[in-house]
């Protein structure tokens, strides 16, 4: 599976901004599809995911109510709908796919395949 991540830009603190991850060669089928973010200087952190089959829906305490994960099966693509952005949220995000377990879903290694990131640059 080939991901391709896009969606970020810069947005004032309060603003919105929609990911897009796009299985461009292969599909999601059985795949748990997540979201991960790392600012400079951090580590690469959880920030959602989602089941493709069942809809099994994660998000970290960070951005929970904030934060929407959704697919669209027609256009094989999971988005990531973020709203009330904090400075804090300025990372580059990057989805992934894997066949993760409940228990490892929140776990970058449970990831087999990585898109290659889109910026989100929050300014206060």
């Known amino acids: 599976v080939q991901l391709q991540a896009s969606g970020g830009g810069l947005v004032q603190t309060g603003g919105s901004l929609r990911l897009s991850c796009v299985a461009s060669e292969g599909t999601f089928s059985s795949y748990t599809i997540g979201w991960f973010r790392q600012a400079p200087g951090k580590e690469r952190e959880f920030v959602s995911a989602?089941?493709?089959?069942?809809?099994?829906?994660y998000y970290a305490d960070s951005v929970k109510g904030r934060f929407t994960i959704s697919r669209d099966y027609a256009k094989n693509t999971v988005y990531l709908q973020m709203n009330s952005l904090k400075p804090e949220d300025a990372a580059v995000y990057y989805c992934?796919?894997?066949?993760?377990?409940?228990?490892?879903?929140?776990?970058?290694?449970?990831?087999?395949?990585w898109g290659q990131g889109t910026q989100v640059t929050v300014s206060s």
């Open positions: 989602i089941r493709w089959s069942g809809g099994n829906i």
């Open positions: 992934a796919a894997g066949r993760a377990i409940a228990s490892t879903t929140y776990y970058a290694t449970a990831y087999s395949y």
